[in-house]
């Protein structure tokens, strides 16, 4: 045998299929996609090692033996490649094909082995000279038949995908058997004299071998890596182990002359113990150098757990997993999306990285992608979306979201077993898909930091308890002050009501007498005064007692006009003008007097506030008027500064202020709405105020709204 280019390309082509073969077989043997291209792979090496042994010329069987060896190889390439496409695309589609496939491949083995196929096989200086048979056109149309059915579904795969790494997974396989095809078909031209079809076999193996490495063909990318890396420095150190006993055990022999074994076995195990730190140095060493990123990633896994127990802000936890993601594992864009407490919606709380997202995006509790997680519990890729019956009915709207947010996998944040949001992770700037490592260590990630986020919402949940419970207690302390003060009115009350019954009736006794004109006036004038101030004092008498709810038929008029004798005086001295207007054709109503009352001056109170704030003269306009439904509408509106829309929503919120500290409670409107709500009625604000009284076009109105209670009318005295 005389080595040539004709030997070298097939016995190169068995070696390279070989390997891919031996690592296949050791990666997930049980799979049922690996068992199908481990056999492509040993049909492309029995055609290939069979060309080698027909053109050696090694003492044994004729070159035409070989050559039948050979085709049967060739013959099960082609059905082998269109059952691994469909299992790698994972379709149902040409099944019915596949069995047309083997039972053919039966009959053109026969032929094969009759001599139907090729005869008089001859090998003459590195030349074959051979005889085409009658078999030869059904067992090209056969070869190239399956073959270009495998190719046109993967074409289809290529076109159809979006994802960059599945195309790559696609492409090199696909250019390999293309490289194929056209090898076999100098088999039918003079050419085929010479190995080209072999030839052809080595590229497409290279091929294969680049798409498992950088695009994860089978995902045995890390077995291949590690495997051969590995190797080398426990190839070292193993040679230096033996060296060290062999060493040892020769001088023994050489100075002791006994006992060498029981003494070679503890050179061993001490040997041993010695050599194991630097393997593991070594190991660590190969990690560093080829596995980078999975050393980093287990880097940041471990700082992050650390990190995510002690951070209680949800922004800056999210914040901070998202830059170090984006910088250990080099990806473009990254995203965090966590429901909400108050509404089932998903919303996007962070980013980070090359991103071009301007938009919010909201997903809905049962949007799709949202669903699929809730019942999966995984991680998701981009390419998936695109071949998984659950994503075949996006809206238009749905992908186009999808779209915009680039992400190349998605990750549920699940606390026990409830999905509260998602880690969004975009393509990386290398464009390699990630690896089944890599989604363990990201899913691992994903469950502390979901861990994490509940721990933080409970932080601030219960901030917000020791902050309701804070305000609760200033309000027991205010509700003790108001008590003291009540009882302090009620006495002075008192003290005021016995000299003010002595100017009254001396008044009236004087304006019996004879005094003159100007005497008699000025004595009405104090008449008049002594009279109000008794109302007054009979008012805050009123008002500071303790009053068991009770509804009575009244005239809301009579309500708004007492509660505004209350405040009338302090509204004047403020510098603020009270105007009414009152229906006077306005119905009687069944309510609580006293309840009123308290609504009506906890809204003057905060009119006067607001007014007061703003500066300048205010003016507060009451009025009553019949509302629609049979009801009675009472509005007060003030030309303060308004109510904030931001704010407009929670004014009825127990606790809720924007007085300093000491100025309000929070409860006033509350207690109000609690009121209205007992009398069946309505309360609501608006701002500005829809007159537009106030030249700034802000001020503020509340209108109450309360129902009709069909009685007598009350007379009016």
């Known amino acids: 045998m005389e080595w040539s280019i004709s030997l070298a390309i097939p016995l190169l082509a068995v070696l390279c299929y070989s390997v891919l073969l031996v690592l296949v077989l050791r990666h997930n043997p049980r799979s049922r996609l690996n068992q199908v291209f481990a056999l492509y792979l040993l049909s492309m090496a029995t055609w290939s090692f069979g060309c080698f042994m027909m053109r050696a010329g090694l003492p044994g069987p004729r070159p035409v033996f070989w050559n039948r060896f050979m085709i049967f190889g060739l013959l099960a390439v082609a059905v082998l490649f269109l059952q691994f496409v469909r299992l790698f695309l994972a379709v149902r589609s040409y099944r019915t094909w596949v069995y047309v496939g083997i039972a053919l491949y039966v009959v053109l083995a026969a032929a094969n082995a009759a001599g139907y196929v090729t005869r008089n096989v001859e090998v003459s200086n590195g030349v074959l000279q051979y005889e085409i048979g009658p078999a030869v056109v059904p067992v090209m149309l056969y070869g190239y038949l399956f073959s270009g059915l495998g190719m046109y579904k993967l074409l289809r795969a290529h076109q159809q995908s979006k994802d960059e790494a599945y195309r790559n997974r696609i492409k090199y396989p696909l250019a390999g058997v293309v490289l ?33 490495l950088r695009y994860q063909l089978l995902d045995i990318t890390l077995a291949i890596r590690k495997g051969l890396l590995y190797s080398i420095p426990t190839t070292v150190i193993g040679v230096g182990y033996f060296l060290a006993i062999l060493a040892a055990e020769k001088a023994l022999r050489t100075f002791v002359g006994y006992q060498v074994l029981l003494v070679s076995l503890f050179v061993a195990a001490i040997t041993a113990l010695a050599v194991q730190p630097f393997r593991d140095k070594a190991q660590l060493w190969v990690d560093r150098l080829f596995f980078r990123e999975k050393y980093d990633a287990q880097l940041m896994l471990q700082d992050l757990s650390k990190l995510a127990a002690s951070i209680l802000d949800i922004n800056r936890l999210t914040s901070l997993l998202l830059d170090r993601l984006t910088a250990t594992m080099h990806i473009k864009g990254a995203y965090v ?70 992400a190349e996998l998605f990750i549920p944040l699940l606390v026990r077993g409830e999905l509260i949001g998602m880690l969004i992770l975009g393509p990386k700037l290398s464009e390699a898909a990630y690896s089944p490592d890599e989604r363990l260590t990201l899913t691992t990630l994903a469950s502390q930091t979901a861990v994490a986020i509940q721990n933080a919402w409970l932080y601030s949940d219960l901030e917000a308890n020791v902050e309701e419970l804070k305000q609760m207690q200033a309000q027991l302390l205010q509700t003790e002050k108001l008590s003291a003060l009540g009882g302090m009115i009620a006495g002075v009350a008192h003290e005021i009501n016995n000299p003010l019954t002595a100017v009254i009736g001396y008044s009236q006794l004087l304006q019996a007498m004879d005094l003159g004109s100007q005497v008699h006036h000025d004595l009405g004038q104090i008449l008049e005064a002594g009279l109000r101030v008794k109302r007054i004092v009979a008012n805050l008498l009123d008002f500071s007692r303790q009053h068991a709810p009770r509804k009575q038929y009244l005239d809301m008029n009579e309500v708004v006009s007492s509660a505004l004798e209350l405040r009338v005086h302090d509204l004047i001295n403020s510098g603020i003008h009270v105007q009414t207007d009152l229906d006077t054709d306005l119905p009687s109503t069944m309510a609580d007097r006293h ?62 202020t924007t007085k300093e500290v000491g100025k309000g409670t929070g409860l006033g409107l509350s207690v109000s709405y609690g009121i209205v709500q007992e009398h069946e009625g309505r309360i609501w604000a608006e701002s500005p105020a829809p007159s537009g009284i106030d030249d700034d076009g802000q001020g503020a109105t509340f209108f109450i ?13």
């Open 180 to 212: 194929v095809s056209l090898g076999l078909f100098t088999d039918l031209t003079p050419l085929g004299r010479y190995p080209i079809d072999i030839a052809m076999n080595v590229p497409n193996a290279v091929l294969i071998a680049y798409a498992i």
């Open 705 to 717: 709204q309360l129902p009709v209670r069909e009685s007598a009318r009350v007379d009016k005295e």
């Open 595 to 656: 309840q009123l009352q308290q609504v009506l001056i906890n809204i003057i109170n905060n009119a006067q506030q607001a007014m007061e704030e703003k500066g300048g003269p205010g003016v507060l306009t009451v009025t009553t008027r019949r509302g629609e439904d049979n009801t009675i509408l009472v509005s007060i509106q003030d030309t303060g500064p308004g109510i904030p829309p931001e704010i407009m929503g929670r004014i009825f919120d127990p606790f809720f």
């Open 337 to 406: 999306i966590l429901k909400e407490k108050e509404n089932p919606q998903f919303h996007l709380i962070a980013r980070k990285g090359q991103t071009s997202l301007e938009q919010e995006v909201i997903f809905r509790d049962d949007h799709p992608l949202v669903r699929w997680m809730a019942s999966h519990k995984g991680p998701l890729a981009r390419h998936d979306l695109d071949v998984l019956p659950q994503f075949k009915g996006l809206w238009v709207e749905e992908r186009e979201d999808l779209d915009r947010i680039e």
